[in-house]
Every structure is written in C-alpha cells, then in structure tokens.
C-alpha cells in the first residue's frame, strides 16, 4: 500500500502479495537430451550426460549430452551436407517460409518457452514472458522478411552465403541469442552448428523440436550441448566457414586467437560495463526506473547492463534516496511467480563470483547498500539488489564486469567530464544518457564509444536495430542489416 508523505512515496512493509506461479502443467520435458544433428536427436558418441540444474532450487530438471570432437565431427558434416544439398539449392523465399513458420510456432508455444527458460536460468518469469521469447520470434520474423530480398539490402554487391557458421552462446538469455544466431544466419542461406551454455540448454533442444516440427530439412540447424571443450572443438573444427560468439571476454580473445590465419569468419559479442548518465535537467523518477532496469533487469546477467551510474553532484542525493526507495520495493523470489522482479543468480559459480566482487568493493573502501528485501529460504543462488557509493573510476568493481545486481555510483558536474569518465573503460558496448535536452543527447551519442546507446531509456531491444560493440567488447553487430551482412561474403 502507498502513501504519499511530501515528495517521497512510502512504501508499508506489511504488505505481501499472494502468490502467483506461472503454471507448468503445459511444459513437457524429457528426462534426457541428445544432441540434435541431422534433424534427429542422438546420444552422444562418449556416452556422457550432464544435469541441468534449476538455480531456484539447486535441483537438477534434465540429462544433457556432453558434447565432444566426434560428435561436433558429425554435426558439422550434417551441416555442410544439408548446405550442399537443400539450403544452398533452394530459392531465398522458400528459407524465408522456413523460418517465417519457425517465427510462428514460437509465437504458439510462448507459454511453454518462456516457463522452460525460467525454470533453467531463474529468471523471473514476466521477463521471459515478455522479452526473452517475444524478442526471439520477433528476430525470426524480422529475418524472415530479409530472406529473398538480399539483393535489394545489400544492391551491387552480390551477396553470397558463406556456408556452416559455428554458434556459441551464453546462458544469460539463452532462447533469445540462439535466435540472434540462427535466424540471420539461416536467412542469408548458411546452415548452422550452435552450442548452447551449459547452464541453460533446454530452450535451445525445445527449439530443436520446434524446428523438427516445422519440417526444416535436416542437417540446416544443429545443436551440440556441452561445455567450453565443446565450444572449444567447434570453434577449432576446419569444417566451418564462419565462428559466431557471445560471452565472456575472456573466452572471445581465446577464440580469436584460434581462428587468427585460419580464413574464418568472425564476430564477437564480449562483455560490457555500461555508463548510465543522469543529467539535473533529467526526469528523476523516469531515470530512476530506467537505473533499476538497467541494472536488476536479468538478476543484472546482461551484457549491455547500466552498471556504472553516473550522477550529476546537484541531483545525487536525490536520486540516490528515491534509488534506494525503489529498491526496497523490489521483490526477489521464485522466479515462476509474477509478483518477482529479480530472480534467482544463474549458478553457484556466479553466486560466488558476484559475492566475492561485493567484498573486493568493500575492501577498496567502498559503501556497500543492499535492499532489505527477505531472500528465499529452500535451496537456490540468491542476491540482493545492491549498489556501491563512494567508487573511483580506478576501482575494480567500477572497472570489471561483475554481471551480477551490483551498481556503482559515481558523480559528475560538466559534460565533458562525464564523457571521460564513462569512456574510461576497456569496454564500449552500451551506454545510456538522461536529459532533457537534445543537443546533450546528441553531444553525447557522438562521444561516448559504445555500440549502442540509449536515451532517456535503457535495455531497450529491436530486431532491426544493429547491436555490438567496441574495444574489448568485441566486433562485429548482431541484429539489422548490419547483423545479416556478418553472414555473407560479398563479390
Ligand atoms: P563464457 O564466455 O565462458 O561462456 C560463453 C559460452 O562460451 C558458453 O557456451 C561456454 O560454454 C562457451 N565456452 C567457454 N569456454 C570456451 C572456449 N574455450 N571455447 C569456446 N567456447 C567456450 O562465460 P561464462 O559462462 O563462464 O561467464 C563468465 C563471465 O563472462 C561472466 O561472469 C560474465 O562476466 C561474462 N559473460 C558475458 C556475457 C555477455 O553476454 N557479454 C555472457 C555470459 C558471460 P559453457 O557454458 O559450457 O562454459
């Protein structure tokens, strides 16, 4: 219940909500996955399985094949089998109804995605509901379109496809950069070989099904579950024209190195330590949910995250009070139930990562805030929304991606200074600007280096709007125009 005292709204804590877990009833699961290679699902060559596990409850949901060299082996032959064979032969419009039916069959199935995707990443399920899985059918929509007419995206230059493109993708939005993936890359007429996180893999084998379903020919799309050896083994395969990745940094530089003199293609879409920039002319309450999605949204498992807040001096105080307020209101908890706002952290190894980012913070000398909020009791990997104050732009929690529902804040007085603050960083992915005039905004998006920028917004997403970044965020774009070209070779 809210009561209005002055400027500030109070928020009774007594007030609980009923529960509301999203049904499972319509979900079907197996209790075991094989990969998906030649439009079959088959056990995988060394006998292995891995569980994957709920993160609300630490209890495992599913057996999922480990992938190793031999069965990568067979889904890149499957793969360039199917090129050669169908999606190499057949006309622009027919991949187009392919994936146009994919769009549509995701459309029907939304409900169970979306739970599926909840239930193995813990995130709440009004994000899945109304992101992960909309967006998804949304890029396989958008791709659909661009199928038959790549002549007229890209006139005078002879667009051609490049052949098997090798995926690999994080367990932060599973279902949904598995569509960034292979929408376009299907679209501009390659098959594909994907590897999802070992975490997450249940919506990509659902989309496995999806696409037996829709009548793909085999070999077009392929899925082999695993871990980094796995990645690994498809990234070094010598069958493939063409490596897509989205991760850790880390990982991204390892790749690169890999494929360094090899002839493949490469895009990397790599970490990101986001500016989001609140001016005095702002409007406070509007930037203040902007600062909360842009940082709690995904338990804050977002690469283009808003995680170094920037305030202008004359407004901080306020805005850092009404943050804190807001804070408060957050409800963390079961992830399936749609009064959560923040789930739960994708695995103990994040737990620990983020916890042990929480201490390095309070060793610099930091001031550690968390929200008040109860944690749930029965199993799981929870954290508290929580942000840190008095930070130098020389901190590490300021400096590293720590992918977790930690904030930093810092302030500033003139633009200028704030443009080099934000720009202070190995990163360059995203950032965001609060203001209320233009020309800042326009000042700003020519300044800041980062790939996309939002204004007066955040963490908002566009099938057509191309999306990646500088430095060490990696190269190359996903999404637009620019995302399909990444798929094409040109005369
Ligand atoms: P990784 O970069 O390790 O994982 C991303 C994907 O790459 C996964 O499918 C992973 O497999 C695979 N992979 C791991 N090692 C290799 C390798 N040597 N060759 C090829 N593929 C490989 O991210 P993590 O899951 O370990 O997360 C670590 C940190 O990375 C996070 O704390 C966060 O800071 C950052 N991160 C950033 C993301 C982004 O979108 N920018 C997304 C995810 C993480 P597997 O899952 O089996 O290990």
Known sequence: MRTDTGSKLKFNTTWSYAPAPESQDHVQL?????????????????????????????KAIANIAQGD?????????AARQAYKKYWSKISGAERGKYIYRIARMLQERAREFAVIETLD?????????????????????YYAGWADKLEYAFPNRK?????????????NFPLLMAAWKIAPALAAGNTVVLKPAETTPLTALKLAELIQDAGLPPGVVNIVTGDGKTGAALVNHKGIDKIAFTGSTGVGKLIQKSVAGTGKKVTLELGGKAANIIFEDAPIDQAVEGIINGIYLNQGHVCCAGSRLFVQESVADVVIQKLKDRMETLIVGDPLDKNTDVGAINSKEQLNTIQNYIEIGKNEGAHYYESSCALPTNGGFWCRPSLFTNTSQSSRIVQEEIFGPVLTVQTFRTVDEVIKKANNTHYGLSAGVWTDKGSKIFKLTSQLNAGVIW???????????????????GFGREGGLHGLSDYLKFA
């Open 69 to 77: 060299e031999d069965d990568m082996n067979k889904a890149v032959r």
């Open 121 to 141: 990443g813990g995130k709440p399920i009004r994000e899945s509901k109304s992101i992960d899985i909309p967006l998804a059918a949304a890029h396989f929509f």
């Open 455 to 473: 204004a007066n917004t955040f963490n908002e997403f566009d099938p057509t709007s191309p999306f990646g970044g500088y430095k060490e965020s």
């Open 159 to 171: 667009p051609e496809s490049l052949g098997v493109a090798g995926q690999i993708i994080p367990w």
């Open 30 to 58: 197996n209790k075991r996955y094989g990969h998906f290679i030649g439009g079959k699902f088959v056990a995988p060559s060394n006998g292995k399985y891995f569980k994957t596990i709920n993160p609300s409850t630490g």
